[in-house]
């Protein structure tokens, strides 16, 4: 990252792939961070930074480093590729953390007791993944293989629920077919997998939407 591409993300404020951090708090709160990005669009987290913009910098540029490269590598599961970036505005050090889209998603946080988690980003703030949206990025960036759109009764109710309704819920859909949300929840995944639906997502749940070809 350049000098002017800092200075641009600074003025821009944060977002879907910007992030502020006035400084290092613990590794497993970066890592929630770092996964968010590498599971959705990458992004960059600037440290020294306070939401409103202004400047605080930080204190100890290889202490914070260490526990940047620590939550990355250690926490992350699979490791997240990342760049580290130093940069000095008036007289205060930024640290600008550089993380790409990731070719091998969906990325865990690893926690003690061994409960896995994981995180996307919506908007300007990193929120955890659903079981929907985790299968959704397995499938989508793993290697399986390419579902095909089967159009039986279920099916059929859904996209007749679509001419009225704009989006639907895993409870809705439930509720629509009759069925458990567990059996709800992998048939919208499998419309999703053959490109029927979209899945979205926000703070509390998730919904899914029916694909718009022109």
């Known amino acids: 990252m350049r000098f002017h591409q800092l200075t641009a993300a600074i003025e821009a404020g944060e977002g879907l792939t910007v992030e502020f951090k006035r400084k290092v708090s613990s590794p497993e709160k970066i890592a929630r961070e770092i996964i968010a990005f590498a599971n959705t669009r990458g992004g960059v987290i600037i440290f020294g930074i306070d939401d409103d913009k202004s400047l605080v910098g930080v204190e100890s540029e290889k202490a914070e480093i260490e526990d940047i490269s620590f939550a990355a590598r250690q926490l992350c599961d699979p490791p997240v590729e990342h760049e580290v970036h130093i940069f000095g505005i008036d007289g205060r050090d930024i640290i600008c953390v550089k993380i790409p889209e990731s070719e091998h998603k969906p990325h865990f946080l690893v926690e003690d007791g061994g409960e896995r988690k994981s995180f996307v980003r919506v908007g300007e703030n990193s ?8 299968r959704v990025l397995r499938h989508q960036y793993g290697e399986s293989e ?11 109710r859904l996209f007749r629920y679509f001419e009225t309704h ?46 718009i070809r022109e």
């Not at 390419?146 to 059929?156: C, H, I, N, T």
């Not at 439930?174 to 997998?193: D, G, T």
């Open 127 to 134: 929120v955890q993944a659903s079981r929907e949206m985790i």
């Open 146 to 156: 390419p579902v095909r759109l089967v159009y039986g009764e279920a099916e059929k």
């Open 166 to 211: 704009e989006r639907i819920t895993v409870r809705e859909y439930a509720r629509l077919i009759n069925v458990s949300e567990r059996r709800a929840s992998r048939l919208l995944v499998r419309l999703v997998r053959a490109g029927a639906l979209a899945i979205h997502t926000l703070e509390k749940t998730d919904y899914f939407t029916q694909m």
